[in-house]
């Protein structure tokens, strides 16, 4: 059974996660806060990650679940930016993360329905 479109879309998905966990965990990648775009930024990025399993997996399933798994890595990688001389986690950032998570399902399932629909002959 396979449960996602494409190989090369699971592949880009995952060197995605990967770039986003060593950039949220490196101090040099620290987004700038003023004006509050740190927060616009983590919305933007996670919304991305979520809106592509939610797209391109086959099973639905599959689907939300990669999706609403990100909540947590969002939360670990705030958790992590603790450790990380010049970083700090934010449950502000935290919040962030989530809402970028459920706008990108939103996102993912409009993409989902387009993709699926009926070729008009």
Same mark, same amino acid.
């Given at each position: 059974?396979?449960?996602?479109?494409? @190989?090369?879309?699971?592949?880009?998905?995952?060197?995605?996660? %990967?770039?986003? =966990?060593?950039?949220?965990?490196? =101090?040099? $990648?620290?987004?700038?806060?003023? !004006? !509050?775009?740190?927060?616009?930024?983590?919305?933007?990025?996670?919304?991305?990650?979520? =809106?592509?399993?939610?797209?391109?997996?086959?099973?639905?399933?599959? $689907?939300?679940? %990669?999706?609403?798994?990100?909540?947590?890595?969002?939360?670990?990688?705030?958790?992590?930016?603790?450790?990380?001389?010049?970083?700090?986690?934010?449950?502000?950032?935290?919040? %962030?993360?989530?809402?970028?998570?459920?706008?990108?399902? =939103? $996102?993912?399932?409009?993409?989902? @329905?387009?993709?699926?629909?009926?070729?008009?002959?």
């Amino acid at each position: 059974m396979t449960f996602f479109t494409s @190989r090369p879309l699971l592949a880009f998905w995952c060197l995605a996660l %990967a770039l986003t =966990a060593v950039l949220g965990l490196t =101090a040099a $990648a620290a987004p700038p806060t003023q !004006h !509050h775009v740190d927060k616009l930024i983590h919305m933007t990025v996670f919304g991305g990650l979520a =809106a592509v399993p939610v797209a391109g997996f086959r099973n639905r399933v599959w $689907a939300l679940g %990669a999706a609403l798994a990100l909540i947590p890595f969002g939360g670990l990688i705030e958790l992590g930016q603790e450790l990380v001389p010049g970083r700090t986690g934010s449950l502000g950032d935290a919040a %962030a993360n989530t809402l970028g998570v459920l706008a990108g399902i =939103a $996102a993912g399932w409009v993409l989902r @329905r387009l993709r699926n629909r009926p070729q008009a002959a």
